[in-house]
């Protein structure tokens, strides 16, 4: 058929597969033969496929941009919690990126902060403990030594009193003897 440029073109579609010999292509059956679809000298519709495509893409971008795009794009701001009405021009994914990172490392700090607090606080009491066992043993300690040093004290002294007691008797007993000795040496100076 001849198309209003006068070029001649034929335009088949299909959405069967159709086994040519070996190979299964995309085509029409008739019974004087097989049209295939993909074919350029069987057909015209790759050709035209190409043409609607090139003539079309642009508004294809657009309409993918506007549409699908921008539903996306919202339904993930949505997701992450921030609306975009419109009113203050489109809201940027990097700039909603940047905020949200902002925000979290925010809250991590805060959380930093007050485990920082806790952990210095647990180090105070167990600070606090620690001098507190220090002290009560710095005071047994105190207190053993002073007992020990009076039970020393007393017993230097018992031993000074047991030396001197010692002494005594030392000095008893030389006293008998010498006085024993003089007795038997004037008990034989008598005889």
């Known amino acids: 058929s001849t198309g209003s440029s006068g070029i001649n073109a034929e335009y088949g579609g299909s959405r069967e597969d159709v086994k040519v010999g070996e190979a299964v292509v995309r085509g029409r059956e008739y019974p004087w033969g097989v049209v295939e679809i993909e ?3 069987h057909c015209d519709f790759v050709k035209l496929r190409e043409m609607l495509i090139r003539t079309n893409m642009e508004d294809l971008r657009e309409v993918t941009h506007k549409r699908h795009y921008e539903l996306y794009r919202r339904g993930k701001l949505k997701q992450m919690g921030i609306t975009d ?3 203050h021009g489109p809201v940027s994914l990097q700039e909603t990126y940047e905020q ?3 925000e979290h490392l925010k809250e991590l700090k805060t959380i930093e902060n007050e ?7 647990k180090v105070s009491r167990k600070d606090a403990e ?5 002290n009560e043993m710095q005071v047994k300690y ?5 007992a020990a040093n009076e039970e020393r004290d007393k017993l230097e002294e018992e031993k000074k009193k047991v030396n001197e ?4 008797v030392k000095k008893t007993i030389a006293e008998v003897q010498r006085l024993s000795a003089e007795q038997a ?5 008598r005889k």
Request: charged share 45%; glycine share 12%.
């Open 142 to 146: 105190d207190g053993l030594r002073k």
């Open 185 to 189: 040496n004037g008990k034989k100076g």
């Open 100 to 102: 949200k990172r902002a």
């Open 115 to 121: 485990m920082r607090s806790s952990y210095l606080q």
């Open 39 to 41: 074919n350029e000298q």
């Open 165 to 168: 007691e010692l002494a005594e």
């Open 85 to 87: 009405d419109g009113s």
């Open 130 to 134: 620690v001098k507190k066992k220090l």
